[in-house]
């Protein structure tokens, strides 16, 4: 693998997470943040090149740079995006691609012009995920009747190093939110099962959380064939609780997040068969980075995450605004990919 000069644009949790994992990968750094409080702290963690405080200044050395992961908040993925196809660098978009879909059809078209983006729906890499993923398109447990998708953590307890309110998850106008960032769970329902054919969802602020977004979703995806999917999102549950369910004719499987594992029963009884997994959370981010420096090589040709998919998890999420707005099922157009 050849040598690579990594620019990263956001310094705050996850920015400094992909930093570090370039770095171990042999890569050189540099970071971009209107905060140079965050930039002090990238460079404590890691040797850093350069540090900018605008896109403006990053881009003055664009040439330096053979690639740039945008982990900046949601409001400003798409201007940065393209600023950064604009000066021919390859881009690792961390997700969701766009606060809306006329966001994500801007960045879409200008990528179809030329340019290379993967974008980090960074649950794709996971091990048990995959795994799952195979059983379901084995029909492990025959015709598929319902899944069941769970993600239930208070905000409070995700950065404790910092006051929750100052979190970007805490501003409608950033881009945080339940629906927006836990977007993951329905890019993977969109990823196991495609495009549902209607939506009916509740996208509400329930909590005391001192918040300007939502923080409670649930949403009831309809498909073909008997099938149904739902989601349940939320900023307030403790303890924390992650986990996909899927029940088919013969059987259910579980994916759980805390053990990782993969169980599968087919009787009356509470006998399950169990995969488990000795991983950690950071092995899914090693996977994007090491898939995105593949990309900048030439040498990855077919993605685990392009935009075209983060283009239809948006039109869900507009599904899902239009169904909270309307109280009422909304029909979904066919997949764009």
């Known amino acids: 693998m050849q040598s690579h000069h990594i620019l990263i644009v956001g310094s705050g949790s996850v920015g400094r997470r992909h930093a570090h994992n370039f770095h171990e990968l042999g890569c050189e750094i540099s970071c971009m943040d209107p905060r140079p409080d965050r930039l002090k702290q990238a460079g404590s963690e890691v040797p850093l090149q350069y540090q900018f405080t605008s896109l403006e200044a990053a881009l003055s050395h664009a040439r330096k740079f053979t690639g740039v992961v945008v982990c900046s908040p949601p409001r400003f993925h798409v201007d940065q995006s393209l600023a950064l196809l604009d000066a021919n660098l390859p881009v690792l978009l961390e997700k969701p691609a766009s606060v809306d879909a006329v966001g994500c059809g801007r960045l879409y078209e200008r990528l179809r012009q030329g ?49 929750y309110q100052d979190f970007f998850m805490a501003s409608q106008d950033l881009g945080g939110g339940a629906l927006l960032d836990e977007s993951h769970f329905i890019d993977l329902m969109l990823w196991f099962f495609g495009m549902p054919e209607r939506v009916f969802a509740r996208v509400e602020k329930i909590s005391d959380l001192e918040i300007t977004t939502d923080d409670m979703v649930d949403i009831l995806a309809v498909y ?13 549950g403790r303890p924390h609780e992650k986990q996909i369910t899927i029940v088919g004719e013969q059987g259910t499987i579980q994916c759980l997040f805390n053990p990782n594992e993969i169980r599968i029963g087919c009787s009356p009884q509470p006998e399950w068969k169990t995969e488990s997994f000795n991983i950690e959370r950071n ?11 593949e990309v900048i090589e030439g040498g990855q ?37």
């Open 301 to 337: 040709p077919h993605l685990t995450c392009r935009l075209e998919e983060g283009l239809d998890v948006m039109q869900i999420l507009e599904a899902c605004r239009e169904s909270q707005r309307t109280g009422c099922e909304v029909r979904v157009s066919p997949s764009s990919v």
């Open 283 to 293: 092995d899914m981010f090693i996977g994007v980075a090491r898939e995105f420096l």
């Open 115 to 163: 340019g290379e983006l993967l974008l980090g729906y960074t649950y794709r890499w996971w091990e048990p995920v995959r795994r799952l993923k195979t059983l379901i398109k084995a029909e492990t447990v025959g015709p598929l009747r319902h899944a069941r998708f769970m993600m239930s953590a208070h905000l409070a307890d995700w950065h404790p190093w910092e006051r």
């Open 224 to 236: 073909p064939n008997r099938f149904r999917v739902t989601i349940h999102l939320d900023l307030f």
